[in-house]
């Protein structure tokens, strides 16, 4: 969420996640992406992140002319080596007379947000710090660092910017980015107590903060506590907001009830100053998806389709998802198309979710030909629009398959991630390879993305049984070490599955979850609130 001018709502317009995963406060955004299973048994659970909802005092980018910035934010975004640093370009870039203000390195610290490049936003802001008889930074950058702090270095660290600031800064901006870090980091406890302060200080007094936390209980599947607060704001009179009524959408379709949401589409038709946006609608969709109900489903998208507005991408790849959760290829086909000519370049996630589609129909031969298609165009060779044919060749195919399909994606440029890795994980496992399948969930563990990554419990427990047949103590020892080192020991669902496997002590952080891997951010696209269909 950018900050911007003004305290109203601002107006919806577009949509990992995720989780990833989590939505920032006041700041910034970070987004779930829908991420359906391939080629096994579909299964849609529903949580949301918060999206921008309220602006805070920081200047109207949109007013000013384009100028020099975008020239400077290409040389940061497009540096061969970050190791140099955005300081680097900034400098070199006054020595070319090319001096920069505050409102064009804001602007650049917006883009950079928006595509997710979180640690060289901050470096332009400790850039600025150092430039303090230049750059007077107010109370909402100091909130934009603390989330960025919080995103690069980890809640303790924002904790401690936070600490440092003097009282007379700490606004509502300030504590909002800090809650927004903690439900980040499903740190409820810490998350309740601040939200308590902010109601005490008089921070609470609209639907942003509550907002943020009903994500954090959608995270944690507590959808009693969504309607609490829901019943909080109503009592207290502070009026939802249309982000406030997708995330109630959201918490009743979790919990399979399609009459509660309806009277929660119902109690929003009578609020005449608010206007589904297709958010609304694609949560709606996903809930009659997920209960079998398709004819109504494929209502909400046509519904959905006619909210789509100005230059926004995302639409369409829910409208894609969604159409191929129902099956109906015809109309992933004729979105695909309408979306091609839309416009003139398509990112990453608009062929990820035709390739997930396409496979979920069933269609593989299309599946790769939409893959050979992305090869020659893609902006980056982001590994998880690879990850989507080589899960369902080690699924469907013999192994080598996926092998020399995981070699080929190294040789053209992938850096595989921490899914490519566990997908070659589970092929070793059914191939009954111990040895190998250790060493490929070493390499899910250091890789760099996504950041808190943890295993599939099938995999989890299929590894132990594997270890267990033949009889290899010493391996399955050296797997619950990783995944202690990991944290999944913390967590009670993953400690039941080393019941009868192994004797597990359980260090601090008892009762803490970690299984949230259906939720995928998505690209950096300015969104509002977004929806995880996960498996």
Same mark, same amino acid.
């Given at each position: 969420?950018?900050?911007?001018?003004?305290?109203?709502?601002?107006?919806?317009?577009?949509?990992?996640?995720?989780?990833?995963?989590?939505?920032?406060?006041?700041?910034?955004?970070?987004?779930?992406?829908?991420?359906?299973?391939?080629?096994?048994?579909?299964?849609?659970?529903?949580?949301?992140?918060?999206?921008?909802?309220?602006?805070?005092?920081?200047?109207?980018?949109?007013?000013?002319?384009?100028?020099?910035?975008?020239?400077?934010?290409?040389?940061?975004?497009?540096?061969?080596?970050?190791?140099?640093?955005?300081?680097?370009?900034l400098?070199?870039?006054?020595?070319?007379?090319?001096?920069?203000?505050?409102?064009?390195?804001?602007?650049?610290?917006r883009?950079?947000?928006?595509?997710?490049?979180?640690?060289?936003?901050?470096?332009?802001?400790?850039?600025?710090?150092?430039?303090?008889?230049?750059?007077?930074?107010?109370?909402?950058?100091?909130?934009?660092?603390?989330?960025?702090?919080?995103?690069?270095?980890?809640?303790?660290?924002?904790?401690?910017?936070?600490?440092?600031?003097?009282?007379?800064?700490?606004?509502?901006?300030?504590?909002?980015?800090?809650?927004?870090?903690?439900?980040?980091?499903?740190?409820?406890?810490?998350?309740?107590?601040?939200?308590?302060?902010?109601?005490?200080?008089?921070?609470?007094?609209?639907?942003?903060?509550?907002?943020?936390?009903?994500?954090?209980?959608?995270?944690?599947?507590?959808?009693?506590?969504?309607?609490e607060?829901?019943?909080?704001?109503k009592? $207290?009179?502070?009026?939802? =907001?249309l982000?406030? &009524?997708?995330?109630?959408? /959201?918490a009743? +379709? %979790?919990? #399979?009830?399609? *009459?509660?949401?309806?009277q929660?589409?119902?109690?929003?038709?009578?609020?005449?100053?608010?206007?589904?946006?297709?958010?609304?609608?694609?949560?709606?969709?996903?809930?009659?998806?997920?209960?079998?109900?398709?004819?109504?489903?494929?209502?909400?998208?046509?519904?959905?389709?006619? $909210?789509?507005?100005?230059? =926004?991408?995302?639409? &369409?790849?829910?409208?894609? /998802?969604?159409? +191929? %959760?129902? #099956?109906?290829? *015809?109309?992933?086909?004729?979105?695909?198309?309408?979306?091609?000519?839309?416009?003139?370049?398509?990112p990453?996630?608009?062929?990820h979710?035709?390739?997930?589609?396409?496979i979920?129909?069933?269609?593989?031969?299309?599946?790769?030909?939409?893959?050979?298609?992305?090869?020659?165009?893609?902006?980056?060779?982001?590994?998880?629009?690879?990850?989507?044919?080589?899960?369902w060749?080690?699924?469907?195919?013999?192994?080598?398959?996926?092998?020399?399909?995981?070699?080929?994606?190294?040789?053209?440029?992938?850096?595989?991630?921490?899914?490519?890795?566990?997908?070659?994980?589970?092929?070793?496992?059914?191939?009954g390879?111990?040895?190998?399948?250790?060493?490929?969930?070493?390499?899910?563990?250091?890789?760099?993305?996504?950041?808190?990554?943890?295993?599939?419990?099938?995999?989890?427990?299929?590894?132990?049984e594997?270890?267990?047949?033949?009889?290899?103590?010493?391996?399955?020892?050296?797997?619950?070490?990783?995944?202690?080192?990991?944290?999944?020991?913390?967590?009670?669902?993953?400690?039941?599955?080393?019941?009868?496997?192994?004797?597990?002590?359980?260090?601090?952080?008892?009762?803490?979850?970690?299984?949230?891997?259906?939720?995928?951010?998505?690209?950096?696209?300015?969104?509002?609130?977004?929806?995880?269909?996960?498996?």
């Open positions: 969420m950018i900050l911007q001018s003004t305290l109203s709502p601002s107006t919806p317009h577009s949509l990992s996640s995720t989780v990833s995963y989590c939505p920032s406060f006041f700041p910034s955004g970070s987004r779930s992406f829908i991420s359906f299973s391939n080629g096994r048994p579909f299964n849609l659970s529903i949580q949301c992140s918060v999206p921008q909802v309220y602006s805070y005092g920081t200047m109207d980018y949109e007013k000013r002319p384009m100028l020099k910035w975008v020239d400077i934010y290409k040389r940061i975004s497009l540096m061969e080596n970050p190791q140099i640093g955005v300081a680097s370009v400098n070199q870039c006054e020595k070319e007379g090319k001096k920069v203000n505050k409102w064009e390195l804001c602007k650049i610290v883009e950079l947000r928006k595509f997710k490049r979180f640690k060289l936003a901050l470096e332009v802001y400790e850039w600025m710090n150092n430039r303090i008889e230049r750059f007077r930074l107010s109370s909402s950058d100091t909130a934009i660092q603390l989330d960025l702090i919080a995103k690069v270095r980890g809640v303790s660290s924002a904790e401690d910017y936070f600490t440092r600031l003097p009282d007379t800064l700490k606004d509502k901006r300030i504590y909002g980015a800090l809650l927004n870090a903690y439900v980040g980091a499903k740190e409820r406890e810490k998350a309740e107590s601040l939200m308590e302060r902010m109601r005490t200080k008089g921070y609470a007094q609209h639907p942003l903060p509550f907002n943020v936390m009903m994500t954090l209980y959608m995270k944690l599947n507590d959808y009693d506590k969504v309607d607060l829901i019943t909080e704001m009592q $207290r009179n502070i009026h939802l =907001d982000y406030s &009524y997708n995330i109630w959408l /959201s009743r +379709g %979790s919990q #399979g009830s399609a *009459e509660g949401m309806e929660v589409l119902d109690d929003l038709k009578l609020v005449p100053t608010i206007i589904p946006n297709w958010t609304t609608f694609s949560t709606i969709a996903s809930v009659y998806i997920k209960l079998g109900m398709f004819e109504k489903a494929e209502q909400c998208l046509k519904d959905l389709e006619t $909210r789509i507005t100005g230059r =926004d991408r995302m639409p &369409y790849h829910y409208l894609i /998802s969604l159409y +191929g %959760s129902i #099956g109906n290829k *015809e109309e992933v086909n004729r979105v695909w198309n309408t979306y091609k000519s839309t416009f003139s370049s398509i990453n996630w608009g062929y979710a035709m390739i997930s589609a396409l979920r129909l069933g269609d593989i031969e299309g599946a790769e030909k939409m893959y050979e298609e992305w090869l020659p165009v893609k902006t980056s060779y982001d590994p998880k629009v690879a990850n989507l044919l080589m899960g060749y080690i699924r469907e195919e013999p192994f080598e398959k996926a092998q020399n399909f995981f070699n080929s994606m190294i040789e053209g440029g992938a850096k595989p991630n921490s899914g490519s890795w566990e997908i070659l994980e589970e092929g070793h496992i059914k191939e390879r111990i040895s190998e399948a250790l060493s490929c969930f070493r390499e899910a563990m250091l890789a760099e993305t996504p950041k808190n990554w943890y295993p599939k419990p099938s995999n989890v427990s299929a590894f132990l594997l270890c267990d047949q033949e009889g290899d103590n010493a391996s399955k020892e050296d797997y619950i070490v990783l995944l202690r080192q990991l944290g999944c020991l913390q967590d009670e669902s993953y400690r039941s599955l080393l019941v009868g496997h192994v004797d597990v002590e359980v260090g601090e952080g008892e009762g803490k979850s970690f299984i949230d891997n259906g939720t995928e951010e998505t690209e950096g696209e300015e969104s509002d609130m977004l929806l995880s269909i996960a498996e």
